[in-house]
Structure formats: structure tokens, C-alpha cells
Nanobody, 119 residues
Framework: QVQLVESGGGLVQPGGSLRLACTASRSIASSTFSRSLVGWYRQAPGKQRELVAR???????NYADSVKGRFTISRDNAKSTVYLQMNSLKPEDTAVYYC?????????WGQGTQVTVSS
């Protein structure tokens, strides 16, 4: 069974930075991972889950308007890992962040990592 393990969340002051990482378990081949669409979503209390950033199979990217210029999504296919670099964090970025890997077959979700931006 494929597992996505997220890390890097935590408490940070406004204006600070965090880097989230999401690593796929060995049950997904790196060749499969490299052909997958990968993305980060977030869900704040009382709100629906929303797309934050997505890295498509052709290496193009999509970002939510609210994070453009502040967040960067990237991947390391050799490590089957997707990253989200978050800079200039704002209190409204507070949420549980989930990674998503969409292979040519199934789609997988991580368990979520909490990001709290507060002074």
C-alpha cells in the first residue's frame, strides 16, 4: 500500500518560512512517481480543502492566487519527494496541508501536517 509521509509543518511567526516535504513509500516506484502529477492542498478550520500548488506532468505549475510569489512547489523524483517552500507566511496560511500524488492509476493523499502562522 502506498503511503505519503509529510513533514515540516509547525508554528511560525508571520513573515517566516517553512518547507514541507512529502515522501512516497517504496511501494510506489520512482519511475511511477516521476510520471505523476503532484500537489499540495490545505484545509483551514470550517473551510473546504483548497488547492495550494500543483506540479503537472509537463513540469508546469499551478498556484492559488493567494500564494503566488510566496510559495514554490518542487520535486525530487530520485527521492520520490515533493516539496512546498513557503515564504512570507501570513496568519491566513494557517491550515492542515496535504500532499496529493496522482499516478496514471490511483490517487494518493498524505495524512496532513499542521501549519500555524501566529505571533
Amino acid at each position: 500500500q502506498v503511503q505519503l509521509v509529510e513533514s515540516g509543518g509547525g508554528l511560525v511567526q508571520p513573515g517566516g518560512s517553512l518547507r514541507l516535504a512529502c515522501t512516497a513509500s517504496r511501494s510506489i516506484a520512482s519511475s511511477t512517481f516521476s510520471r505523476s502529477l503532484v500537489g499540495w492542498y490545505r484545509q483551514a478550520p470550517g473551510k473546504q480543502r483548497e488547492l495550494v500548488a500543483r506540479l503537472l506532468r509537463d513540469s508546469s505549475t499551478n498556484y492559488a492566487d493567494s500564494v503566488k510569489g510566496r510559495f514554490t512547489i518542487s520535486r525530487d523524483n530520485a527521492k520520490s519527494t515533493v516539496y512546498l517552500q513557503m515564504n512570507s507566511l501570513k496568519p491566513e496560511d494557517t491550515a492542515v496541508y496535504y500532499c496529493n500524488v496522482v499516478t496514471l492509476g490511483p490517487s494518493y493523499w498524505g495524512q496532513g501536517t499542521q501549519v500555524t502562522v501566529s505571533s
